[in-house]
């Protein structure tokens, strides 16, 4: 994999690293928000328009090493301190030309709650299947009750 740089439009962008990891068999799909836009379906506006300020990835668990690698091959910058304590469930990339990032979940989705979003990966070629996404897009202040 060659050094890159990341796109300046973000929906380019995540389409650009999910090609790439594609390219080397490397399980990455989107999740968040950026995942729920691309599930819109080709020529269809979505509902509510918004801007996104990083990428949301999830890779299988033993993937960490391989995708901090690809990330950083392809332009982003690892949060050396965040991902040695973090990085068996959580990993952090920086693109600092941009001021974003790209946060990427190993197995699974953890925030205020835990979904094993992993277990489907093979579902979709781009994002984790609606079903799993719908989850991840819970409120907080429902998961806390």
């Known amino acids: ?57 999830v890779t299988l668990r033993g993937q960490g090493k391989r995708t901090s690698t690809f990330l950083t091959s392809m332009g982003y910058e690892a ?3 965040f991902n040695a304590l973090n990085g068996s469930r959580r990993l952090l990339f920086h693109d600092m030309p941009h001021r974003r990032w790209v946060d990427v979940f190993v197995g699974s989705f953890e925030m205020c709650h835990r979904i094993p979003v992993a277990e489907r990966i093979d579902l979709a070629t781009h994002a984790i299947p609606l079903a799993e996404l719908l989850l991840t897009k819970r409120r907080r202040q429902d998961a806390m009750v």
């Open 79 to 81: 949060d050396v301190s």
């Open 1 to 57: 994999m060659a050094q890159d740089s990341p796109a300046v439009d973000l929906i380019t962008e995540a389409k650009r690293l999910l090609s790439a990891a594609g390219a080397v068999d490397l399980p990455l799909r989107l999740i968040g928000g950026l995942a729920v836009r691309l599930h819109i379906p080709p020529g269809v506006a979505p509902v509510f328009e918004r801007e996104y300020n990083d990428i949301d990835l």
